[in-house]
C-alpha cells in the first residue's frame, strides 16, 4: 500500500509525525508533499515546512513534482494532517481539492486528522457523518453530518 501525505507551514507536528511513523512502521510506502500557501509559490520546489511548533520537516515532495510521481490513483490513501495554519493551507489549495475529489471518485481513501477535515468541505465532498478537531466543527456541522465522535469512517471518507 502508498499513501500521499500533505504537509504545510503551520501543520501540527504531531499530526504529521505519528500518521508518518506509524504507517511506515506498518509497511506503508509513504510520500509526503508539500503544499505552498501562496498560489504564486505551486512552481516552486520548496520542501521544507515549518510547523505550529517551529520544527522544520523535509517532505519527500513538493506539490508540484505530484505529476512527476506517477498517477494520484497509485496512491492507495491521502491523509490530510491536523493543527491549524496547516490544514487552512492545504485544504484551501485547489490541486488538493482537486486530489481528494478524485481519489473519493476512483473508490480510494481519503485521511483528515482534526482541522484537516475542512479539506472535506473546499472539495465540496458530498453531505456525510465526519468529525474534526471542535475549533473548525462550526464550519463543518451545517453542509455535514458532523459526529462528536473520535474516528468517523463514511465510505471511503475516514475523520479523525
Do not use: W
Not at 32 to 39: E, G, R, T, W
Amino acid at each position: 500500500p502508498s499513501i500521499l501525505l500533505f504537509i504545510a507551514d503551520g501543520t501540527e507536528e504531531m499530526k504529521f509525525t505519528i500518521a508518518y511513523d506509524t504507517l511506515v512502521r506498518a509497511g506503508v510506502k509513504c510520500t509526503s508533499v508539500f503544499v505552498p500557501a501562496s498560489p504564486a509559490s505551486i512552481g516552486t520546489a520548496q520542501v521544507t515546512a515549518t510547523c505550529s511548533r517551529g520544527v522544520k520537516i523535509v517532505a519527500d515532495a513538493a506539490l508540484s513534482e505530484l505529476g512527476s510521481l506517477g498517477s494520484i490513483h497509485a496512491a492507495d490513501l491521502l491523509v490530510v494532517p491536523g493543527g491549524a495554519k496547516g490544514p487552512e493551507t492545504i485544504s484551501q489549495n485547489a490541486v488538493v481539492q482537486g486530489l481528494v475529489t478524485k481519489q473519493i471518485k476512483a473508490g480510494k481513501l481519503v485521511g483528515m486528522i482534526c482541522a484537516g477535515s475542512l479539506a472535506a468541505k473546499t472539495s465540496t465532498l458530498p453531505r456525510q457523518p465526519l468529525t474534526s478537531h471542535p475549533s473548525v466543527k462550526n464550519e463543518l456541522e451545517k453542509e455535514y453530518n458532523y459526529r462528536d465522535d473520535a474516528v468517523v469512517v463514511s465510505g471511503h471518507l475516514v475523520t479523525r
